[in-house]
């Protein structure tokens, strides 16, 4: 990502954020480009029945709010803290500055956008296309892949059950009962709730 001391330069400032505080909502004006520096970040549109479509996890050393400052737009998604977060923000006008300066960057967000890009159509090809236990084998192995949301010391699957439903778009009661079945087939394992996945991926 950017360096720090470059954000600094442009007059960034840290910012340390709670579980569940909104870091800015969907249709919202897009004013700054964003850093996390520890913690998470969920990237989603919430439904006006309260249902969640997520789309992305931003982990450390990600960053967000850049696409409406490309397309000059408004926020298409609401950024909420998944954990006690601490982000490094910088103005519109402060980023623009940087890719004016550094003329590089342009190239790493365009390869950053065509692969949140591409994990979106290869989700929902899956969505369409496969049975709930063929979802979730093909997005585990697509995360442990890309090393995504699977810690690769201890192979956890860093999401909730209900995130993977809002992913996936299964009911959080599919979700349980196919993983369930799935420790069954020893294809993952559950312990004291966490799901573990062999250190290959699940093919």
Known sequence: MIPIEILLEKGAVKKNVDAGEVIYHENSNCNYYYQILTGRVRLSNFLDDGREVLHKVACANDGFGE????DEGLHG??????SPTTLIKVSKDG???IL?????FYQ???QKIAKDLHFKQFLTSLVCNFAPEDILLKLIHKLN???QLICQECHRLMLTRQQLANMTGLRVETIIRTMKQMER????????????VPADGLN
């Open 145 to 147: 892949e890309d090393r």
């Open 185 to 196: 087939k020893e294809i993952l394992q559950i312990i004291k709730g966490k799901v573990f």
């Open 100 to 104: 004016k300066e550094y003329s590089s």
């Open 95 to 97: 980023f623009k500055e």
């Open 108 to 110: 790493f967000f365009a």
């Open 67 to 70: 696409v409406a400052i490309f």
């Open 77 to 82: 998604i609401t950024a909420v803290a998944d």
